[in-house]
């Protein structure tokens, strides 16, 4: 019987297309990182990745658990080089902290 298809190619999670930050921007970096694996998962979800049909179902414990599924497959996603949402929260916090920081 043949798998089902492996959706997420095995990637090193540090290969991210993402410029080098400072170590002060790391936090930024994450959360922007952070935000995007969490808007894929619910795209993801929406889409019905993590699913199975009808009579392969696995009752109320797979409805239970497909979430974290999902957000794993998101998070891989991200880790790959995700769709670039990351890049430009990422620059609009780092912009945002920088005119913060001038306004002081």
Do not use: W, Y
């Not at 935000?35 to 797979?62: C, I, N, V, W, Y």
């Not at 409805?63 to 891989?76: D, K, Y």
């Amino acid at each position: 019987m043949d798998s089902a298809p492996n959706l997420i190619p095995a990637a090193p999670l540090a290969a991210t297309t993402a410029q080098p930050v400072a170590p002060e921007e790391g936090a930024l970096r994450a959360a922007a990182e952070a935000f995007e694996a969490t808007f894929l998962a619910q795209m993801l979800d929406h889409a019905g990745l993590g699913r199975t049909p009808g009579a392969f179902g696995g009752g109320s414990g797979e409805g239970q658990f497909a979430s974290f599924l999902v957000e794993a497959q998101a998070e891989r996603l991200v880790a790959a080089g995700g769709i670039g949402l990351a890049d430009v929260v990422f620059a609009a916090l780092r912009d945002q902290e920088g005119a913060d920081d001038a306004n002081r």
